[in-house]
């Protein structure tokens, strides 16, 4: 049973930060890649950033390059996303799961999702 959760969310105005965390078991997050992805209301699910478990590579879509930085501290397994100047269209429940590279990006390895973070950024 793979148990993701999503933490720190929130309400913040436009230009502002905030810094999520995807806490795993340790069986999932040592030998996997991790991402994040997020769904805005009335949109698809759409991918964000991903973690490669071996070594520090990172991939980001082309709205998050530059604002965004994703991490991961294998000894909490424990995913972050550092989001920086933030802007309305960022609002969204950002999710993590576990990734695999697929037709170019990057798609959830589990069906199961955790109940997400809400990140709401106002005008």
């Known amino acids: 049973q793979v148990q993701l959760v999503e933490s720190g969310g929130g309400l913040v105005q436009a230009g502002g930060s905030l810094r999520l965390s995807c806490a795993a078991s340790?069986?999932?997050?040592?030998?996997?890649?991790m991402g994040w992805f997020r769904q805005a209301p009335g949109k698809e699910r759409e991918f964000v950033a991903a973690s490669i478990w071996r070594g520090a590579s990172t991939y980001y879509t082309d709205f998050a390059k530059g604002r965004f930085t994703i991490s991961r501290d294998n000894a909490k397994n424990t995913l972050y996303l550092q989001m920086n100047s933030l802007k309305p269209e960022d609002t969204a429940v950002y999710y993590c799961?576990?990734?695999?590279?697929?037709?170019?990006?990057?798609?959830?390895?589990?069906?199961?999702w955790g109940q997400g973070t809400q990140v709401t950024v106002s005008s």
């Open positions: 799961n576990v990734v695999r590279a697929y037709g170019g990006s990057w798609t959830y390895e589990y069906d199961s």
């Open positions: 340790a069986r999932t997050f040592r030998i996997n890649d």
